[in-house]
């Protein structure tokens, strides 16, 4: 093979490798909240080779969380339509940053597809100000089915979050609550049976319970 069949190859290599790292995304779409009530926000996830798990850390502003159902012991996430209905999905927080692991279990497969939305996860907003602020993608680590790490990937990446103030609705405790979702400002799910008087997130929408 002479010099210049050589630097042909080593092209080919080189291009290869670009486009399939500017074919690989991970991305969050820009979110609109109002305070003190809820919005979703969607991951997105492209890649050239089947994943077969993907570990990331999600960092939100100060005032927005994800809130946890601490009776049935689960957080506010979904699986995206990449992946199938009941994939092994960790998640831990640390402050603002939560933690995700999402992997193949010894019974199934977890991802389905190349590209789509990997996660649909709940936000909910504190006592804010109207603002536009902004969440991190960080950490991201993704594997394909022989087990190689995947490149290419914005690490980090950003995403907005804006924030609209708006007025607080009000109803009593004698009100029906039984299948409405309660949880407190502070992103704690309550039982809407018991709930007592004060100020919470009723189905999405501030609340003061007199």
Do not use: H
Not at 51 to 64: F, K, M, R, S, V
Not at 113 to 132: D, M, R, V, Y
Not at 169 to 193: H, M, P, S, W
């Amino acid at each position: 093979m002479n010099m210049k069949s050589i630097k042909y190859l080593v092209l080919c290599f080189a291009v290869l490798f670009a486009s399939n790292a500017m074919a690989q995304k991970i991305s969050a779409e820009d979110v609109t909240i109002e305070a003190n009530g809820q919005a979703t926000l969607v991951i997105n996830l492209e890649t050239v080779d089947l994943a077969i798990n993907t570990q990331l850390t999600l960092a939100l502003p100060e005032g927005i969380t994800i809130p946890y159902d601490a009776e049935n012991e689960e957080w506010g996430v979904k699986a995206g339509n990449i992946l199938y209905a009941k994939p092994a999905i960790e998640i831990s927080r640390d402050g603002n940053e939560y933690q995700f692991l999402i992997y193949k279990n010894a019974s199934s497969a977890v991802y389905k597809s190349k590209s789509g939305s990997l996660l649909t996860i709940t936000l909910q907003a504190g006592e804010l100000s109207a603002s536009e602020l902004e969440g991190t993608i960080k950490g991201v680590v993704i594997n394909n089915e022989a087990r190689q790490e995947m490149s290419g990937f914005e690490n980090p990446s950003t995403f907005k979050i804006k924030v609209i103030a708006t007025g607080i609705n009000a109803i009593t405790a004698d009100e029906n609550l039984e299948d409405a979702k309660v949880y407190t400002v502070g992103g704690q799910r309550v039982d809407g049976i018991s709930v007592k008087k004060g100020v919470y997130i009723v189905n999405g929408k501030k609340m003061v319970i007199k």
